[in-house]
């Protein structure tokens, strides 16, 4: 697929020095680049490379200043880094979008509906009473259950998983192999020491331009529904149990998981494996640290967190830094009690 820098600047609202008419067919690093690539310039520390690189075209922030000469067309945007990453979405987009009609073998079931535009893969399977938007992408070998409904635009990439009456937002991507809907974890301890299993009744519900990466699985609520909310970003390989509420445009990084009954807040940073223990409440703009472990609810906004089990950043920190002096404590001590012994005698 190919653009003129002129069409990428119009995408990203931007302005050009250079010649504007040359077609981009590829992005890649901007130390790496090569004529027909476009590359970006957000880290000034990377700054040598724009006046040497091969791309054709860079994207900068709109107060660079070049100190020499530079060979590629320039694009000046707000946020560089931000204006990539809306045209490698863009880019994806017309990708996935370039996939129409219906594959066979495929089966779509009775009273189920697809809109215009859309696209079955092979070996797909829609069950019944299902409501598809317009422009969906399943492909090949997804499932979906019974009672689905997936809005405009979202696209089931394969081997995805999505059970029984699972509601899916507009603008949504589920990449492969994710599960969704599946029984959340739930028994019941008996008199004898086993476990009856507790019916999984509920659903889930995905709102609108969410993301959830392969390997995923969301569980379906004991009763209700597991929500998660509009614009969220969910890793690879990440867990979230049975009723839990993630709110709206948190990003949870890969191997997280987040127990039955919790409520995460807006605006929310989870790292990578990050557990999250059941029923507590984390609030807006909460950032957990990487392999963090939380076992109460935050009710203060805008905190930062991190150990296990999590605390105050400045506070781990600090206690990361005396223990690392530990060594050097320990000997310390131990000469304090031989002069005190000396003294002793």
Same mark, same amino acid.
């Given at each position: 697929m190919k653009f003129t820098v002129s069409e990428i600047a119009k995408m990203l609202d931007g302005t050009t020095v250079g010649d504007d008419t040359v077609t981009i067919d590829s992005a890649a690093k901007i130390e790496e680049g090569q004529p027909g690539c476009i590359s970006f310039?957000?880290?000034? %520390?990377y700054e040598s490379y724009i006046y040497t690189t091969q791309s054709s075209a860079v994207i900068v922030n709109k107060d660079?200043? +070049? %100190? =020499?000469?530079?060979?590629?067309?320039?694009?000046?945007? *707000?946020?560089?880094?931000?204006?990539f990453t809306v045209l490698l979405e863009e880019y994806q987009k017309r990708l996935a979008t370039g996939k129409k009609g219906i594959e066979q073998p495929s089966f779509i079931? *009775?009273?189920? *509906?697809?809109?215009p535009f859309g696209y079955r893969g092979a070996f797909s399977y829609i069950g019944r009473d299902c409501k598809?938007?317009?422009?969906?992408?399943?492909? +090949?070998?997804?499932?979906l259950g019974d009672g689905i409904e997936v809005?405009?635009?979202?696209?089931?990439? +394969?081997?995805?998983?999505?059970y029984d009456n699972t509601i899916i937002g507009k603008n949504c991507c589920i990449f492969a192999n994710t599960v969704i809907g599946s029984d959340g974890f739930g028994f019941a301890p008996q008199a004898d020491g086993s476990y009856k299993r507790i019916p999984q009744l509920g659903n889930v519900i995905i709102e609108d331009?969410?993301?959830?990466?392969?390997n995923s699985t969301i569980d379906c609520a004991t009763m209700g529904s597991t929500i998660i909310r509009k614009g969220v970003k969910i890793d690879n390989l990440v867990q979230i149990a049975h009723n839990v509420e993630i709110g709206e445009n948190t990003v949870i990084a890969a191997q997280a998981g987040i127990a039955g009954s919790s409520r995460v807040g807006e605006q929310c940073i989870i790292g990578g494996q990050v557990?999250?223990?059941?029923?507590?409440?984390?609030?807006?703009?909460?950032?957990?640290? @990487? =392999?963090?472990?939380?076992? %109460?609810?935050?009710?203060k906004e805008g905190l930062s967190l991190?150990?296990? +089990?999590?605390?105050?950043?400045?506070?781990?920190?600090?206690?990361? @830094?005396?223990?690392?002096?530990l060594p050097q404590l320990e000997e310390r001590l131990k000469e304090l009690e031989s002069k005190r012994e000396v003294s002793q005698h």
């Open positions: 310039l957000a880290n000034s %520390k660079f200043v +070049p %100190k =020499q000469d530079i060979g590629a067309t320039l694009i000046y945007v *707000e946020n560089a880094y931000t204006a079931g *009775e009273n189920s *509906e697809m809109g598809i938007g317009n422009n969906v992408k399943i492909y +090949p070998n997804a499932y809005g405009d635009n979202t696209i089931i990439h +394969p081997g995805v998983r999505i331009d969410v993301s959830i990466g392969s557990g999250i223990t059941g029923h507590v409440i984390l609030a807006n703009n909460t950032k957990i640290g @990487a =392999q963090s472990g939380l076992g %109460k609810s935050i009710k991190s150990g296990s +089990p999590a605390r105050d950043l400045t506070e781990h920190l600090r206690s990361m @830094a005396l223990t690392r002096r």
